[in-house]
């Protein structure tokens, strides 16, 4: 069965974003309801773990991932600026992943179900944000794996009074959105995803040839030159 590994944004003493009257949940409060959700949707179809960044930091969160060794990882925020401002985005960071169109593949996913969900018009659809540097935000979440698919969901402006209605209202729809993109996109790759770790294999065992036969060559014994010197003629 495929695992997912859902990590919650912030954590219950720095609880992240706050929300219009609409919604009255925090970040962390909202992503942990989310995750709930998620988890027992999920029952069945694939194992969802959730992890949360009490005491252990962004850091501590992503190890805690790599231990569980999911086929990805999504992590839940949303949004906030002045109120005025509405729609739904993605952070993510492929330059040294294993498989960097898988993740770009997942995340468009991602994004599709939640535009639909929240009834993104052409302003509402943020699109995919790759941050470059450690500046940029969303930086250090993002590039802290290569092993799997790591993209962090801002689904929606908690400080937006209709955003903070949807978001209520279609807590569920969105949560379940969750796990039919990371469905749709990890169930089709079963065997694509075969093919790419016998050739990764395959790589590896190239690489272990060519040093065997370097060792070997390293440690064949050398013949003896035989003399240079010409006999004098008597």
Same mark, same amino acid.
């Given at each position: 069965?495929?695992?997912?590994?859902?990590?919650?944004?912030?954590?219950?003493?720095?609880?992240?974003? $706050?929300?219009?009257? #609409?919604?009255?949940?925090?970040?962390?409060?909202?992503?942990?309801?989310?995750?709930?959700?998620?988890?027992?949707?999920?029952?069945?179809?694939?194992?969802?773990?959730?992890?949360?960044?009490? +005491?252990?930091?962004?850091?501590?969160?992503?190890?805690?991932?790599?231990?569980?060794?999911? &086929?990805?990882?999504?992590?839940?925020?949303?949004?906030?600026?002045?109120?005025?401002?509405?729609?739904?985005?993605?952070?993510?960071?492929?330059? =040294? &992943?294993?498989? @960097?169109?898988?993740?770009?593949?997942?995340?468009?996913?991602?994004?599709? #179900?939640?535009?639909?969900?929240?009834?993104?018009?052409? *302003?509402?659809? =943020?699109?995919?944000?790759?941050?470059? $540097?450690?500046?940029? *935000?969303?930086?250090?979440?993002?590039?802290?794996?290569?092993?799997?698919?790591?993209?962090?969901?801002?689904?929606?402006?908690? &400080? #937006?009074?209709?955003?903070?209605?949807?978001?209520?209202?279609?807590?569920?729809? +969105?949560?379940?959105?969750?796990?039919?993109?990371?469905?749709?996109?990890?169930?089709?790759?079963?065997?694509?995803?075969?093919?790419?770790?016998? =050739?990764?294999?395959?790589?590896?065992?190239?690489?272990?040839?060519?040093?065997?036969?370097?060792?070997? $060559?390293?440690?064949? @014994?050398?013949?003896?030159?035989?003399?240079?010197?010409?006999?004098?003629?008597?």
């Amino acid at each position: 069965m495929k695992k997912l590994a859902l990590i919650v944004g912030h954590d219950k003493k720095q609880q992240g974003a $706050t929300s219009h009257k #609409n919604l009255k949940m925090s970040e962390y409060a909202y992503g942990r309801e989310v995750a709930a959700l998620a988890q027992r949707y999920a029952k069945g179809k694939c194992d969802v773990h959730v992890i949360l960044r009490d +005491y252990i930091g962004i850091t501590g969160a992503y190890n805690r991932a790599k231990e569980i060794k999911p &086929d990805a990882c999504i992590e839940l925020h949303f949004n906030a600026y002045d109120g005025s401002v509405q729609g739904t985005e993605i952070l993510y960071h492929d330059d =040294r &992943d294993m498989d @960097p169109e898988l993740e770009r593949r997942f995340g468009q996913k991602l994004l599709d #179900n939640m535009y639909e969900i929240f009834d993104r018009g052409r *302003r509402g659809k =943020r699109g995919k944000k790759e941050p470059q $540097t450690r500046d940029e *935000r969303g930086w250090y979440n993002v590039s802290r794996v290569q092993a799997f698919p790591c993209v962090l969901v801002e689904p929606f402006f908690g &400080d #937006n009074p209709e955003d903070a209605q949807m978001a209520k209202d279609k807590m569920d729809e +969105y949560a379940h959105s969750l796990i039919d993109a990371f469905m749709a996109c990890f169930e089709k790759n079963s065997e694509a995803k075969s093919k790419s770790e016998e =050739r990764r294999q395959e790589i590896m065992g190239q690489d272990s040839e060519v040093a065997t036969d370097q060792n070997m $060559t390293e440690n064949k @014994p050398k013949k003896k030159k035989r003399g240079s010197r010409r006999k004098r003629k008597g």
